[in-house]
């Protein structure tokens, strides 16, 4: 599972260096590395922050979370008053999910193959589901993370680079396909300008339907 380190500096780091995350775990061990991280004073809430700020100025309340996990950053934005839906593949992650949240919709599902066929004003790829989806699996999931945003709406990424393959480029090129421009790109989801660093944050608006 990703470290929850997403706003935190980062130091340089070749992208050719290999390094391996670890396996998936339950939901509740998940949400205990988030609970004593906050319990550090860090704010935990840097996607939220993101989401909510980009959704004031563009205007918009339906929020796609992708790859949800155990709906911690979902339950932020819907306590803010968004209208938020979660989706993931582990039914463990959402089991927490669910147990914290019962009132909000939480989706099993595979983001390869997702077709709820509703649109949201912005759809969220949080705590490094990019590199999660496993190589060869991001075109089709930026194809589906398209199909699910109106035209004007955006898709917001936060991912490691490094741990495969994938360049940011490969994200970019894949996004291009789908249909989507990159309009702004950060090394935090505290909007930290990005300078080519091994984590980004990419901002991609969808410019057709
Ligand atoms: C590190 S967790 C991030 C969870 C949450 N977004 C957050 O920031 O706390 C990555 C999540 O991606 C999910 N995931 C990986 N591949 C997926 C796929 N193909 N479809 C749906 N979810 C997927 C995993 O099950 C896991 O819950």
Redesign the pocket.
């Known amino acids: ?2 470290r929850p380190t997403d706003d935190s500096a980062r130091p340089e780091r070749r992208r050719s260096t290999k390094r391996h995350l670890p396996a ?1 775990e339950r939901g509740d061990d ?1 949400d205990r590395r ?1 609970e004593a991280l906050a319990e550090t004073g860090t704010d935990v809430h840097g ?1 939220a922050n993101l989401v909510d700020a980009l959704l004031q100025q563009r205007g918009g309340r339906r929020v796609l ?6 709906g ?2 979902a339950i932020e934005l819907a306590q803010r008053g968004y209208e938020v839906v979660g ?4 039914p463990t ?1 959402l089991d927490t999910a669910r147990r914290k949240a019962s009132d909000l919709r939480w989706v099993l ?4 193959r997702l077709a709820l066929d509703e649109q949201f004003d912005l759809v969220m ?5 990019v590199v ?3 190589p060869g ?1 991001e075109r089709e ?1 930026l194809r589906r993370m398209a199909a699910h945003l109106v035209r004007g709406g955006v898709l917001v990424a936060g991912f490691q680079l490094g741990v495969s393959q994938y360049l940011l480029a490969d994200y970019d090129a894949d996004a291009a396909t789908a249909g989507l421009r990159l309009t702004d790109r950060y090394a935090t989801w505290g909007r930290a300008p990005y300078d080519g660093g091994d984590y980004a944050v990419s901002v991609h608006e969808k410019t057709r339907y």
């Open positions: 599972m990703a998936y998940y988030w996607e979370d992708a790859g949800c996990g155990t911690r950053v989706v993931d593949i582990d992650m599902g595979d983001l390869s790829l949080a705590g490094n589901v999660f989806v496993g699996n999931v």
